[in-house]
């Protein structure tokens, strides 16, 4: 949720809205239970990760499943010192010329919609690009992007049944392709908005831009992908069908509906195939006006938000933020009315299903409702933004009464702590909800920890949803900003402990005394180290000033969490190599002096000791020949 009158409003309500979802207090026996039921204790092991998206952090926070203790942060798109990531040449190059993203929607890899614990992919609302964790190792391998064609890249990323796409909407319309300049008041005619099927390689996980679907300039929202009825198919919310280009907050906010996009994907792939696409920017792109089938519209009240398919994938769910409601879509309904040509219209050529005739109901949640989740046993779970609670109600079908009154499908409510944005429930985007555990991740934890100053950390409650009546378990806090998570069970992953020494493919790493050393090549200067309790060999490096230089430092230990760093006094280097690992970094040698390097990572009694010298002589009086330097003689 961005807007910020939104967050305004739900301060505004947020102490009346309390009481509208009951007030939660907890006795001495709940306090017991709720206790027993999060706790881990010393020396056991949680049972499930939660992956939340860091939000502007531009990471990845993992916390385990009951504790929602933070175990380990995984840099994706933000340097981050602990891991050394994006100081080693490598990620570097992966983060190009970014230090920040924007991480919004993590998407575990799935086969045959279930999580295959293989990939964790996030996306990037700021610089328009996706990234890709392996669960194998917990650390990102790959950053696509700056997508091309696509501005804003926050509808995204959502996973296909069998990992084959990622797909992505368009937050912010401009003039494509980019680099091309219209005035915003030319908005209606000059800008538009972009769907892209990032091709996932089957075995490696590689990605790679496939195609996009052109779409006319509204701002898309949150989506999902379709599953079993609707495999194929993708869904996303949008706001401002208005086309407004100022004063969102009033002019996005006009009309009673908006235009949420269904994405035939397949077609979508079929038509490029067929060589019906035209090439931008490198990419061939569908006009769904020249193409039908792959594009239709369906109106949903009133600036929707979340918008996600039931695990059996018939029902999609749309939020209306600023309607007291969630739509429920039918999805053999849409079907049927694009078979039949149920429309109301078109807009620029794109087909507008008739409402009533794909709309199952519109279920009164309460006010704010943002994303639901499913639990698999035919209930879904909705996140209030100004409520400030979870609601749980019965999907469809429902019985004649239920839909008489469809507030008879409305089954409990418990207060969050305050304004929750995403929720998670354990799986709910597979074909097999885990169920059992949810997560809510509040917007505002105002105050409900020790007072750190005016800035507050995000607040993430469980919630036990086994039972009939949803149970508030526990509470803990994250740095900004959890957006969406996923949850996967422990047991189904079995992540590396070391790298083998056999797989270190780098042609610079070094296991032998033998082969490490300094070797200079005009001003060339390379040294290959090795790293290991609790010494560098070589420990000296000798070179000059108007040197370049490379070090190459390889981790030789193969002993799970022997882990060493290399920090270079006042040159801004830190690398930290897991066990098994090579990293290198260069630098150009500016400035004469003795700068002692050390290990950063605290790795045995005498890691203290663990440190070395790179003397840098001033040009002319160091040693200027090829072959080994001084290096060689202090080994
Ligand atoms: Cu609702 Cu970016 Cu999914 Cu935040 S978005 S809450
Ligand atoms: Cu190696 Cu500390």
């Not at 056991?44 to 939340?52: N, P, S, V």
């Not at 060339?524 to 070090?551: C, E, M, N, W, Y």
């Not at 430092?553 to 090579?582: A, S, Y």
């Not at 990572?601 to 890691?607: I, Q």
Request: proline share 7%.
């Amino acid at each position: 949720m961005k807007t910020k009158s939104m967050i305004a409003l739900a301060i505004i309500i947020t102490a009346v809205s309390l009481a509208g979802c009951g007030k939660s207090s907890t006795s001495q026996g709940d306090r017991t239970a709720n206790a027993l039921a999060s706790y881990v204790a010393p020396g056991e092991k949680d049972e499930y990760y939660l992956f939340y998206s860091g939000g502007h952090s531009g990471q990845v926070f993992v916390a385990g499943i009951p504790s929602l203790r933070h175990i380990v942060t995984i840099p994706v798109f933000a340097p981050y010192p602990g891991t050394g990531y994006g100081f080693d040449e490598e990620s570097k190059k992966m983060l190009g010329d970014f230090t920040w993203g924007d991480v919004h929607h993590p998407a575990l890899s799935q086969t045959n919609s279930k999580y295959d614990g293989r990939w964790l992919f996030v996306n990037d609302n700021a610089n328009n690009r996706i990234a890709r964790i392996d669960l194998r190792d917990f650390k990102t391998h790959q950053i696509l992007g700056p997508i091309p064609n696509s501005v804003g890249n926050h509808g995204s990323s959502f996973i296909t049944e069998n990992s084959e796409y990622i797909l992505c909407a368009t937050r912010f319309s401009v003039p494509l392709p980019k680099g091309r300049v219209a005035d915003p008041k030319d908005y209606e005619k000059e800008f538009n908005g972009m769907v892209s099927g990032i091709k996932v390689d089957p075995q490696t996980g590689e990605m790679k831009v496939g195609w996009q679907i052109l779409t006319p300039p509204f701002d898309w929202d949150l989506g999902s992908t379709g599953k079993g009825p609707s495999s194929g198919w993708a869904f996303w919310t949008s706001y401002n069908t208005e086309m407004a280009h100022d004063v969102m907050e009033v002019n996005s906010t006009q009309k009673d509906r908006d235009l949420c996009a269904v994405v035939n994907w397949r077609a979508a792939e079929k038509a490029v195939n067929e060589g019906k696409a035209q090439m931008m920017d490198g990419v061939p792109i569908i006009d769904p006006a020249k193409v039908p089938g792959v594009l239709y519209f369906v109106p949903i009240g009133k600036s929707p938000h979340g918008m996600d398919v039931d695990p059996t994938g018939k029902w999609v769910v749309a939020g209306g933020k600023l309607q007291p409601a969630t739509t429920v879509l039918n999805f053999e309904k849409v079907q049927a009315a694009i078979n039949n040509k149920t429309f109301e219209g078109d807009f620029r050529g794109i087909p507008i299903l008739k409402y009533e005739a794909v709309v199952e109901g519109e279920v009164p949640v309460g006010l704010g409702p943002l994303h639901t989740q499913y639990d698999g046993r035919g209930f879904a779970y909705t996140s209030m933004f100004i409520d400030s609670c979870i609601v749980k109600w019965k999907l469809p079908p429902w019985t004649d009464e239920e839909k008489k009154d469809l507030n008879k499908a409305v089954l409990d409510k418990v207060p969050a702590h305050f304004s929750t944005g995403h929720l998670v429930v354990a799986g709910s985007d597979t074909k097999n909800p885990y169920g059992k555990w949810l997560v809510a991740m509040n917007k505002l934890s105002a105050g409900r920890h020790i007072n750190v100053g005016p800035a507050q950390p995000e607040s993430s409650q469980l919630i036990d949803i086994s039972g009939d009546k949803m149970k508030m378990i526990a509470e803990s806090y994250t740095e900004p900003e959890p957006h969406f998570a996923q949850i996967l069970k422990v047991s189904e992953i079995q992540p590396a402990e070391v790298y083998p020494k056999e797989e270190n493919k780098d042609p610079n790493a070094v296991w032998d005394k033998d082969a490490t050393g300094v070797t200079r090549m005009g001003n060339q200067v390379v040294a290959k180290l090795t790293a290991i309790r609790s010494r560098f060999t070589p420990d000296r490096i000798d070179a000059q000033v108007g040197d370049d230089l490379t070090v190459h430092v390889t981790n030789i230990e193969q002993t799970r969490d022997m882990i060493h760093g290399f920090g270079l006094i006042e040159h801004n280097i830190n690398m930290v190599m897991d066990p098994g690992e090579t990293k290198t970094f260069h630098i150009k040698l500016t400035k004469p002096g003795v700068f002692p390097f050390y290990c950063t990572n605290f790795c045995s009694a005498l890691h203290q000791e663990m440190q070395g010298y790179l003397v840098v002589w001033k040009p002319g009086e160091g040693p200027t020949s090829a072959g080994a330097t001084g290096a060689t003689a202090q080994r």
